[in-house]
């Protein structure tokens, strides 16, 4: 079965670094996500991407992050200047397009990646 | 706007014993309903959903969720848990529009640990 794959596993970062966390969505799903889950807290939105844009994005998505499609496989979180409130767990999560074109409802989540930031 | 809350924060059980996980939720528009499971050091896998039709929605490893919405819960239950089903249980909703699912917003979880 087809499933979302992220990369690294884990990353360690010094504050004021750029990160980039890479993800492979399911290859027909044209729909994109990233969340981040704070240790020990809820599981939060950052921002949505369809058709090369940024559909929706939450108040945490500030100047500091972007996302990109750089080619046909790969969706990427960029974090430019790290701080230490950014060490998380980010998830990625795609879907597939529903026959009238929205977005359909289960999205499926990669495995995540640990970023520490020292 | 969507909100959820998770009425408990950690559910203990014994093996065998039922259990019960709360979730309320609230939103001014249609939403999807759904419970994620997350094992330890592990992402996020989708336990069940409600979109739409029979109130009561079977999951995978015997769980069900029974969806009311004139009490805006979606509670989810399990007759009889296993070891194996100790991890943090994550209810969510996905508000739509004219089919569309939107962004997910979950809820702060409930860690249920099973005991022997």
């Known amino acids: 079965e087809p499933e979302v794959t992220q990369t690294p596993s884990h990353q360690v970062t010094q504050m004021g670094q750029e990160v980039i966390l890479r993800c492979v969505p399911i290859?027909?799903?044209?729909?994109f996500y990233w969340y981040r889950q704070i240790l020990g807290q809820k599981v939060e939105f950052l921002v949505s991407f369809y058709n090369n844009e940024i559909s929706e994005k939450s108040e945490i998505f500030d100047d500091q992050f972007s996302v990109e499609r750089p080619d046909g496989s790969n969706f990427t979180l960029k974090i430019r200047s790290t701080k230490l409130e950014d060490s998380a767990m980010y998830f990625c999560?795609?879907?597939?397009?529903?026959?009238?074109?929205?977005?359909?409802?289960?999205?499926?989540f990669g495995p995540g990646t640990r970023l520490t930031v020292l | 706007a969507q909100s959820v809350t998770q009425l408990d924060s950690q559910v203990p059980v014994f093996e065998e014993a039922p259990v019960e996980l709360r979730c309320n939720y609230s939103?001014?528009?249609?939403?999807?309903l759904f419970w994620y499971v997350q094992y330890p050091n592990q992402g996020l896998q989708l336990l069940l959903k409600?979109?739409?039709?029979?109130?009561l929605v079977k999951g995978i490893n015997g769980f069900e969720a029974e969806f009311n919405k004139s009490q805006t819960s979606f509670h989810l239950r399990k007759p009889s848990v296993h070891i194996s089903d100790t991890a943090e249980y994550f209810c969510?909703?996905?508000?739509?529009?004219?089919?569309?699912?939107?962004?997910?917003?979950f809820g702060s979880g409930t860690r249920l640990s099973i005991r022997p």
């Open positions: 969510a909703v996905s508000a739509t529009f004219y089919s569309s699912a939107s962004k997910i917003i």
């Open positions: 999560a795609s879907t597939r397009p529903t026959l009238y074109g929205g977005a359909e409802d289960t999205q499926y």
């Open positions: 409600y979109l739409s039709g029979s109130t």
């Open positions: 290859s027909n799903h044209l729909y």
């Open positions: 939103s001014s528009v249609s939403v999807y």
